[in-house]
């Protein structure tokens, strides 16, 4: 009877340790930043970037800036290029609960090859864990960008998409000056709202 009793006392004991081990695995997998999407919040959608994104901003009903004035904190201001962006996003606490975030950036360092792509969207994706990716292709024929090609501008945005960025179909463009309200924005607006999930 007491050698019965042991055994008993001892599959109790081990059907224990395993039902603690399997809670304590299955609250760190609830707690695990990707797994909190329910945490999401639909309207916070956010466009960071350069000088263009107040005018993107404008023209979507679902993306707006993080706020109104063109800093780090905010993740958006004028003449600043990717190496910025990056610093600015470092900086930035994480933030599980944005829906998407749309990237603005490329303009004003001449789509440069050597930009740091990868390591953007690596801070973005650990700063925003949950957020879908969108990009938006910037602007050329202006200013130092004057001489800048279409494939050169694809080519740069091609690293995006292979990191598993959305491309909004519609880029900036060719312009004279893309910081007055054109009618590209709405165009790429639309586009935002209709992809951002």
Do not use: C
Not at 109 to 133: H, R, T, W, Y
Not at 136 to 164: M, P
Not at 178 to 195: C, F, K, T
């Amino acid at each position: 009877m007491e050698k019965r009793t042991k055994i008993i006392i001892a599959i109790a004991s081990s059907l224990a340790i395993g039902l603690s081990a399997f809670l304590i695995l299955k609250s760190r997998k609830k707690s695990g930043s990707k797994s909190n999407i329910s945490k999401v919040d639909k309207s916070k959608n956010f466009i960071i970037g350069d000088s263009q994104t107040p005018l993107i901003a404008k023209n979507s009903q679902k993306a707006r800036k993080v706020g109104e004035e063109g800093n780090k904190a905010n993740l958006w201001e004028s003449g600043k290029g990717l190496s910025w962006l990056k610093d600015a996003v470092d900086q930035f606490p994480v933030t599980e609960d944005v829906n998407s975030i749309v990237i603005n950036i490329g303009t004003n360092g001449g789509f440069a090859q050597n930009d740091n792509v990868e390591g953007l969207i690596s801070s973005i994706k650990a700063k925003f864990p949950n957020a879908q990716l969108l990009a938006v292709k910037g602007s050329w024929g202006w200013g130092g960008n004057k001489d800048v090609t279409q494939q050169k501008v694809d080519a740069y945005y091609e690293k995006f998409k292979q990191l598993g960025v959305e491309i909004i179909p519609t880029a900036i463009g060719v312009t004279t000056n893309p910081h007055s309200n054109l009618p590209v924005y709405a165009q790429i607006g639309r586009e935002i709202d209709s992809m951002i999930k």
